[in-house]
Structures are given as structure tokens and as C-alpha cells.
């Protein structure tokens, strides 16, 4: 069974950064391209980056310049640095394969507020 655990989340105030960590089980890690995804209250989930095993990235247009994703295959883990935050960056974060074929985490909320 495959699942992903995420962390990292709180309160911050906007310009602050946090760094999301993801623990994948199961031995999909090093097989699947893996995506952070984020959900903020009456949106649709939305994928904000994605890394293939390469390293490659890709990230949508509203974070891309502030949110860098990483992955360390060794620890099936992957991560988000967010910088620069931004309100409407709120939201609960998500790790998954990317497109994602497995059960939701149970996310880790991000707030940016003053």
C-alpha cells in the first residue's frame, strides 16, 4: 500500500518561507515522477510542481521563481522550499505521483497571514 505523509506546514507571515517534507512508502518513489499539489478552501486540488527522477522541475506560473521542489530518492522523500510567500499561497499541501494514481496524504496546511 502506497502512502504519502506530509509535513512542514504553519502559520507564516507573508514574504516568510517554509519548507514542506514528504514521505513516500511503497516502492513507487524512484519509479513515478512525484508533484506537490495544493487545495485552498472552494478550489480545485491544483498541481504547483513536479520532479522527475532526473531532477528536472516544472512548476506552475503562480509560484514558479518562489517555491523550489527537490526529491531524495535514497529517503523516498521529497520536498517544497517556499519562499516569498503569499496570501493567497494558503492552502492544504498535498504530495502525490504526478499525474497521481494512489490515495491522498492528509495534507499539511499552510497559512500566510499577518
Known amino acids: 500500500q502506497v502512502q504519502f505523509v506530509e509535513s512542514g506546514g504553519g502559520l507564516v507571515q507573508p514574504g516568510g518561507s517554509l519548507r514542506l517534507s514528504c514521505a513516500a512508502s511503497?516502492?513507487?518513489?524512484?519509479?513515478?515522477?512525484m508533484g506537490w499539489y495544493r487545495q485552498a478552501p472552494g478550489k480545485q486540488r491544483e498541481l504547483v510542481a513536479r520532479?522527475?527522477?532526473?531532477?528536472?522541475?516544472n512548476y506552475a506560473n503562480s509560484v514558479k521563481g518562489r517555491f523550489t521542489i527537490s526529491r531524495n530518492n535514497a529517503k523516498n522523500t521529497v520536498y517544497l522550499q517556499m519562499n516569498s510567500l503569499k496570501p493567497e499561497d494558503t492552502a492544504v499541501y498535498f504530495c502525490?505521483?504526478?499525474?497521481?494514481?494512489?490515495?491522498w496524504g492528509q495534507g499539511t496546511q499552510v497559512t500566510v497571514s499577518s
Open positions: 520532479i522527475v527522477n532526473d531532477g528536472t522541475a
Open positions: 502525490a505521483t504526478a499525474p497521481n494514481f494512489y490515495s
Open positions: 511503497g516502492s513507487i518513489f524512484s519509479i513515478y515522477a
